[in-house]
């Protein structure tokens, strides 16, 4: 498989076509923004991590039922994926209180929920992501009543494959960001990526944190961060 143009560059991933006009190939750069893309850097070795463990757990979740776009690694930073039409929500679920839900609502961080929560942002760099509900995300039409049920159900059962899946590597899966997309006859899949750029990973006896926090937050040994939750999943 061949890249031809590129479709687009977003912060962190490129996206090219193909001869195949239902694949495209995404490459996963190094990269870094945070704030809405106020805080930019690079964190060295970060488009290998994110590239390969992205596609081992969306493999970990088609073999769970999961549907997601994943076709193909080409090699370390660059992957085969179905060309979709993204829906325009960050969908957020939550197992324990962090970022900007400790903020919002005025707790402390490390509360563990007695169930999981969802959230949906509206994808939207301009207006700084707002957080919507199901009625708001309706109204603009950003996705049918069907596909929000669809798209709640997919996401908290990932939820379940990954927590138990991380708990077994000493990682807490404190929250993460999800974002799916339509194929061409409508089928909703998983897309973009999973990795430390888009989930909270803390460990599981000290609550380190081995994820982007580390850059968003300043907290150094970012590099060193992305590299352990590698080494937890693939040992290397
Ligand atoms: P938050 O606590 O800042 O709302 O973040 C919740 C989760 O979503 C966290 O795991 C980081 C991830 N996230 C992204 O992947 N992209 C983003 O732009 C933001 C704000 C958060």
């Not at 899949?189 to 990973?201: G, K, M, N, Q, Y």
Request: hydrophobic letters at 40%.
């Amino acid at each position: 498989m061949q890249k031809t143009v590129q479709l687009y560059e977003g912060k962190a991933k490129k996206v090219y076509a193909t001869e195949n006009e239902d694949l495209v190939i995404v490459s996963y750069k190094d990269d870094a923004t945070a704030f809405d893309g106020q805080k930019k850097g690079t964190i060295v070795g970060k488009g290998v991590v994110n590239n390969r463990m992205s596609n081992y757990l969306m493999q970990v979740l088609e073999k769970q039922g999961i549907k997601t776009h994943f076709v193909e690694e080409l090699n370390d930073r660059e992957t085969v994926v179905r060309k979709v039409s993204i829906v325009p929500l960050e969908v957020i679920i939550r197992n324990i209180s962090a970022g900007s839900f400790a903020k919002r609502y005025g707790v402390e961080e490390g509360i563990v929920f007695d169930e999981p929560t969802i959230e949906f942002s509206y994808k939207n760099d301009d207006l700084h992501d707002p957080l919507i509900n199901d009625y708001h995300a309706l109204a603009l039409k950003l996705a049918t009543k069907d596909e929000i049920a669809q798209i709640k159900s997919m996401a908290f059962k990932i939820n379940e494959v990954l927590k138990a899946y991380f708990i077994k590597l000493g990682v807490k899966l404190v929250d993460f960001k999800l974002e799916f997309g339509r194929l061409k006859d409508g089928t909703i899949v998983l897309a973009d990526e999973i990795s430390p750029d888009t989930c909270r990973f803390w460990d599981a006896k000290t609550n380190e944190k081995l994820d982007k926090d580390r850059f968003r937050r300043d907290l150094g040994n970012v590099e060193d961060a992305y590299k352990e939750m590698m080494h937890r999943v693939f040992g290397d």
